[in-house]
């Protein structure tokens, strides 16, 4: 059984940094790409980064320059350091692993930047 486990999420300051971090286990299936999409509230959910098997990353247009996406392909962990964070960039953030047939979720964090 597939699991994610996220971990990192909290309140920071605006300009702070948060270090998020997903660990998936079980995974028996080839990896196509490691994620981290987010929603805030009233919000559709929306990527936020994705790092492929073959490691080429892209980014939500506002993140660019801010996060970095990462992955520890030995231990099946994505992590997505975020700089600089903005009060917009509050939502809960959710890990997103891709499989060949199914995606896997795990189960949200809270990130809150205050003013």
């Known amino acids: 059984q597939v699991q994610l486990v996220e971990s990192g999420g909290g309140l920071v300051q605006a300009g702070g940094s948060l270090r998020l971090s997903c660990a998936a286990s079980?995974?028996?299936?080839?990896?196509?790409?490691m994620g981290w999409y987010r929603q805030a509230p009233g919000q559709q959910r929306e990527l936020v980064a994705v790092?492929?098997?073959?490691?080429?990353?892209n980014y939500l247009e506002s993140v660019k320059g801010r996060f970095t996406i990462f992955s520890d392909n030995a231990k099946n962990t994505v992590y997505l350091q975020m700089n600089s964070l903005k009060v917009e960039d509050t939502a809960v953030y959710y890990c997103?692993?891709?499989?060949?047939?199914?995606?896997?979720w795990g189960q949200g964090t809270q990130v809150t930047v205050s003013p």
């Open positions: 079980g995974i028996t299936f080839r990896i196509n790409g």
């Open positions: 790092i492929t098997s073959g490691g080429s990353r």
């Open positions: 997103n692993v891709k499989g060949v047939i199914s995606d896997y």
